[in-house]
């Protein structure tokens, strides 16, 4: 399901444990990047940014601003008074936290509220600010960013006084870094639960992740933004694929968007943690993820509102040797839950016109 936002809300939680880090919060430090524009390549089929790709727009703005000139980026003291980065080294977007090292990565996305979309063609500016900054001895950190998505200018120019930005996505990223060596320190492994099962359809699907699809700075691991693409592939193909939803569009005047993205995170950053809680090995080997290999993605539909409404818990799962059990079984390597809903393709309003074939599917049409 490719179909992106106009206008909904989402929230996302994710959890991580920090009990080992040592505290290394500066003063608050907020940057606005240069403005960026809206390509085909970050469109889907209405013109407007597909949802997935709001992630990888603020990863490419903190990317930006954390090499672009110190303009771009104002701290405040604990006077409360701000001023521009370039008169202070000491509270510098970077200053020895995540972003300082080339191997940080986005752990988790929390609060993540869709309530419009820049269209195709048009610009976008992503503005931050720094929550918290935690570091270790060995010079790992874990920061939490408050970011935005706007545009640049709107109700006129820039003389216009009243002019105001109109607001499209806000969102609260966790960002890491591993240590000097390389290794990602336990302090940073996310320890939620796997999913339970509801009454409703439960699918697997499998995929070959291609190599485009990995970032050379996360080995063997696939970014947050491109696993929230295998789970809509998932969706999709489980939906009856592109033509299916095509035909609901136009026989039934149905489009289905993401309103919301929860629990998401990558999961178990080389430690195990199995597709089931059971009392299989539990020693810290490292879940490897390559190119080609056979992954699987596991979605358990849960209906709500008479199917105007069904959440997605999705897992990507990859085979793993159980030294305790003496065979492969699953671990997982991230997590969320998607949810979806129905509007009319006419109006983009929401609807309860839900063929019954989609009902039954989404209540069990489907098997483990």
């Known amino acids: 399901i490719t179909m992106g936002p106009r206008s909904m809300v989402a929230a996302i939680v994710m959890s991580a444990s920090l009990a080992h880090l040592a505290s290394a919060f500066h003063p608050h430090t907020t940057f606005h990047s240069p403005s960026f524009h809206v390509y085909i390549e970050d469109t889907d089929a209405y013109g407007v940014m597909y949802n997935a790709n709001y992630l990888r727009a603020y990863e490419r703005a903190l990317h930006t601003v954390s090499f672009k ?97 109109k607001i499209y996505n806000t969102a609260t990223l966790t960002v890491a870094s591993p240590t000097q060596s390389g290794e990602l320190p336990p302090q940073y492994h996310p320890n939620a639960p796997p999913f339970d099962e509801s009454s409703g359809a439960t699918v697997r699907s499998n995929f070959q992740p291609y190599r485009d699809e990995f970032d050379p700075t996360l080995p063997h691991r696939m970014p947050l933004r491109n696993v929230l693409n295998l789970f809509e592939r998932a969706r999709t193909d489980f939906l009856g694929g592109p033509d299916a939803l095509r035909k609901m ?58 199917a105007k409404i069904f959440d997605c818990n999705q897992m990507l799962l990859v085979p793993a040797w159980d030294e305790t059990m003496g065979e492969y079984r699953n671990r997982r390597l991230a997590q969320a839950t998607i949810t979806m809903m129905a509007l009319d393709a006419e109006k983009r309003r929401p609807t309860r016109k839900i063929p019954q074939w989609f009902v039954d599917k989404i209540n069990g049409g489907g098997c483990d």
């Open 69 to 165: 000139p110190p303009s771009y980026v104002t701290s405040f003291r604990s006077d409360g008074d701000d001023h521009d980065a370039a008169d202070d080294n000491s509270v510098d977007l970077l200053d020895g936290g995540a972003l300082d090292h080339a191997g940080w990565f986005v752990l988790g996305v929390a609060d993540h509220k869709f309530k419009g979309s820049p269209p195709l063609g048009g610009e976008y500016i992503v503005e931050g600010e720094l929550l918290e900054r935690k570091c270790d001895e060995e010079n790992s950190c874990l920061e939490k960013w408050k970011v935005g998505m706007r545009s640049p200018i709107e109700n006129g120019g820039d003389d216009d006084a009243n002019a105001k930005p």
């Open 249 to 306: 569009e136009s026989e039934d005047n149905i489009v289905w968007v993401v309103t919301s993205v929860d629990n998401c995170e990558l999961c178990n950053l080389g430690e195990a943690g199995w597709e089931e809680d059971s009392n299989g090995d539990v020693s810290p080997s490292l879940v490897q993820c390559l190119p080609g290999q056979s992954v699987t993605v596991k979605t358990n539909f849960v209906s709500r509102r008479g």
